[in-house]
């Protein structure tokens, strides 16, 4: 909802159940002639390259019909592309809510073979979409939780869309906080998007966008500032992980010295500066780390994909780093985009005013110039104007 007259800023409500039966043909009809409009004209790749801006694909889902600040409008709208461009010979779109995402690789492999791809370029696109899915789930601890995963590619590109929620976890915990044991219902979405890049990095600053308007005070191993607990993480693995017993078994009664697990959300120590969700974070899985260290990883990307490092383990092997050997983390949520294209009072940041217009008149032709009939122009043209003018 709007938070004020023309304020520019909106929240993105999680709602629950399925897009119309009667809205979701027209969606798919209408994304279907600008897809086709934009690969005639620039080609498949550039598609790839606008789904993966936040503020087109937002304005897209606007546009062929969705509700325009709910986080349906993400999933519906890929599910509309992904139905509409099935027969397209040269782009592949696998993945979708829910479990449909777990046949995802399945899904790439037959894709992959359709638009003809060598056997290492689909092993390839299995990889990109299971790390995108484990750094967002685990790298970045923001609180929100992966329910779909959608990937798009090419012969030679491939973009990623995904989205979390707000798990029931994290609101309970910081609706206690303020309000006793009731559970808040305002639960929210956040989405994650990915393109490829010629040397990417997918455990440093890999993203193209995040958008939500709800800012956390994650733990953010993505980001530069954390480049050296990833390493003293890797360093702690490959060099017997035995040695971190200590921090996860409880020690003798007459020993005073504290351990890590110690310091949980009721129990704050001024010497420890990390949130509050952050506090009981320690909880290593030995097993898994010895597995690890069987393994020996060359990298910490290899480490994060080894089957049972979860977002436990690899937390509590960033705090040891941080806490014990003094690495760096970084606290910092790295949204970049809020569902408004910013706000006019400049939080999160300016309105990026250029990029609205150009979003806006790029579809505004693409829909002129579409094969559908001038009623359904006319209510798409509707849309994207009162869409346009709500925001700023």
């Given at each position: 909802?709007?938070?004020?007259?023309?304020?520019?800023?909106?929240?993105?409500?999680?709602?629950?159940?399925?897009?119309?039966?009667?809205?979701?043909?027209?969606?798919?009809?209408?994304?279907?002639?600008?897809?086709?409009?934009?690969?005639?004209?620039?080609?498949?790749?550039?598609?790839?390259?606008?789904?993966?801006?936040?503020?087109?694909?937002?304005?897209?889902g606007?546009?062929?019909?969705?509700?325009?600040h709910?986080?349906?409008?993400?999933?519906?709208?890929?599910?509309?592309?992904?139905?509409?461009?099935?027969?397209?010979?040269?782009?592949?779109?696998?993945?979708?809510?829910?479990?449909?995402?777990?046949?995802?690789?399945?899904?790439?492999?037959?894709?992959?073979?359709?638009?003809?791809?060598?056997?290492?370029?689909?092993?390839?696109?299995?990889k990109?979409?299971?790390i995108?899915?484990?750094?967002?789930?685990?790298?970045?601890?923001?609180?929100?939780?992966?329910?779909?995963h959608?990937?798009?590619?090419?012969?030679?590109?491939?973009?990623?869309?995904?989205?979390?929620?707000?798990?029931?976890?994290?609101?309970?915990?910081?609706?206690a906080?303020?309000?006793?044991?009731?559970?808040?219902?305002?639960?929210?979405?956040?989405?994650?998007?990915?393109?490829?890049?010629?040397?990417?990095?997918?455990?440093?600053?890999?993203?193209?966008?995040?958008?939500?308007?709800?800012?956390?005070?994650?733990?953010?191993?993505?980001?530069?500032?954390?480049?050296?607990?990833?390493?003293?993480?890797?360093?702690?693995?490959?060099?017997?992980?035995?040695?971190?017993?200590?921090?996860?078994?409880?020690?003798?009664?007459d020993?005073?010295?504290?351990?890590?697990?110690?310091?949980?959300?009721?129990?704050?120590?001024?010497?420890?500066?990390?949130?509050?969700?952050?506090?009981?974070?320690?909880?290593?899985?030995?097993?898994?780390?010895?597995?690890?260290?069987?393994?020996?990883?060359?990298?910490?990307?290899?480490?994060?994909?080894?089957?049972?490092?979860?977002?436990?383990?690899?937390?509590?092997?960033?705090?040891?780093?941080?806490?014990?050997?003094?690495?760096?983390?970084?606290?910092?949520?790295?949204?970049?985009?809020?569902?408004?294209?910013?706000?006019?009072?400049?939080?999160?940041?300016?309105?990026?005013?250029?990029?609205?217009k150009?979003?806006?008149?790029?579809?505004?032709?693409?829909?002129?110039?579409?094969?559908?009939?001038?009623?359904?122009?006319?209510?798409?043209?509707?849309?994207?104007?009162?869409?346009?003018t709500?925001?700023?």
């Amino acid at each position: 909802m709007f938070r004020g007259k023309n304020s520019g800023v909106v929240d993105l409500p999680l709602h629950s159940g399925k897009c119309p039966k009667w809205l979701f043909p027209l969606m798919k009809n209408l994304s279907k002639n600008i897809s086709e409009l934009i690969i005639n004209e620039y080609g498949e790749n550039e598609l790839l390259k606008r789904i993966s801006d936040p503020y087109w694909f937002q304005s897209l889902g606007c546009v062929i019909g969705f509700d325009w600040h709910s986080s349906g409008l993400t999933t519906t709208t890929t599910g509309a592309l992904k139905e509409a461009l099935k027969n397209n010979e040269y782009i592949g779109i696998a993945g979708g809510k829910g479990k449909a995402s777990l046949k995802t690789p399945e899904e790439i492999k037959k894709l992959g073979e359709k638009i003809n791809l060598k056997e290492k370029q689909i092993n390839n696109l299995i990889k990109t979409s299971r790390i995108s899915a484990k750094v967002d789930n685990c790298l970045i601890q923001d609180g929100f939780r992966l329910y779909h995963h959608t990937i798009f590619f090419t012969k030679n590109l491939w973009a990623v869309v995904q989205q979390g929620r707000e798990s029931l976890r994290d609101n309970l915990s910081k609706s206690a906080a303020s309000k006793g044991s009731r559970m808040s219902n305002n639960r929210y979405a956040r989405r994650y998007h990915w393109i490829k890049k010629e040397e990417i990095n997918f455990v440093n600053e890999p993203h193209s966008g995040i958008i939500s308007d709800k800012l956390t005070n994650p733990l953010n191993l993505t980001a530069k500032e954390s480049e050296e607990t990833k390493k003293c993480s890797l360093d702690l693995i490959k060099d017997n992980p035995l040695r971190l017993r200590k921090y996860a078994l409880p020690l003798k009664i007459d020993n005073r010295q504290r351990r890590l697990t110690d310091f949980t959300e009721h129990e704050r120590v001024d010497s420890f500066k990390m949130p509050l969700q952050h506090f009981p974070s320690i909880d290593i899985n030995l097993k898994t780390l010895v597995e690890a260290y069987e393994q020996q990883p060359k990298n910490y990307e290899e480490l994060i994909m080894i089957k049972g490092m979860g977002e436990k383990n690899i937390r509590s092997l960033a705090l040891i780093s941080h806490l014990v050997y003094g690495t760096k983390l970084s606290w910092k949520d790295p949204v970049k985009y809020s569902f408004a294209h910013g706000g006019k009072d400049g939080w999160p940041y300016p309105v990026d005013e250029n990029k609205i217009k150009e979003n806006a008149e790029f579809l505004k032709n693409a829909i002129k110039e579409s094969e559908i009939g001038d009623k359904e122009k006319t209510k798409c043209l509707r849309r994207l104007n009162n869409y346009y003018t709500k925001i700023l």
